[in-house]
């Protein structure tokens, strides 16, 4: 554990630090990972930056259970161990696994590489297998996603068979109810 592990996180929404972690205490998570494979042309094209001394973005890391589980920045990662870096910069956010696994979904296409379309798939398939955030609408998951509401229909109706066919609602009265969208 780094000696910074000790610096106690700001309370505010995102709770987050930049700091440099060592690479051996950053792990990964074929879950929470966004790409379905990595392009070693860019790995390697991003370690021959680094050995130039570019500066990259930091990576993005959720602190949980005393290790820092890698979210964003896997070509990143990858290419600074080829490199033999002996630490990365890095954006680091409390949380589980399960707030790793759905802010790889919402950061993946913000900079750097652009995700593929089979990534864009991988990252609504996260959301829509799990049973929470399947009860998401289709435009929620699209906005965590930073896809259209179509795919996400499209994929959800693939996983299940159905289209989404109710959606909550709050009524004038403030009573919670289900919208039936199938005939709509």
């Known amino acids: 554990m780094s000696s910074k592990s000790s610096v106690h996180f700001e309370e505010d929404a995102v709770r987050r630090r930049i700091d440099n972690v060592a690479l051996g205490e950053i792990?990964?998570?074929?879950?929470?990972q966004p790409r379905v494979r990595l392009n070693p042309s860019v790995v390697q094209s991003y370690m021959d930056l680094m050995?130039?001394?570019?500066?990259?973005p930091p990576v993005i890391v959720v602190h949980a259970d005393d290790s820092y589980l890698l979210v964003d920045?896997?070509?990143?990662?990858?290419?600074?161990?080829?490199a033999g870096l002996p630490t990365l910069k890095c954006d680091v956010r409390r949380g589980d696994l399960r707030t790793a696994m759905l802010l790889s979904t919402e950061v993946n296409g913000q900079h750097g590489l652009q995700p593929?379309?089979?990534?864009?798939?991988r990252?609504?398939?996260?959301?829509?297998k799990d049973a929470e955030w399947q009860q998401w609408s289709d435009r929620e998951i699209a906005r965590r996603c930073g896809v259209s509401h179509g795919m996400v229909g499209q994929l959800r109706w693939e996983l299940t068979g159905k289209i989404t066919s109710e959606r909550k609602f709050t009524n004038k009265h403030g009573t919670v109810s289900n919208m039936n969208v199938t005939s709509i």
């Open 27 to 32: 792990r990964t998570d074929v879950s929470v």
């Open 51 to 56: 050995i130039e001394g570019a500066d990259f």
């Open 73 to 82: 920045g896997y070509l990143r990662y990858e290419a600074a161990k080829m």
């Open 116 to 121: 593929t379309r089979e990534d864009k798939r």
């Open 123 to 128: 990252s609504v398939f996260k959301l829509l």
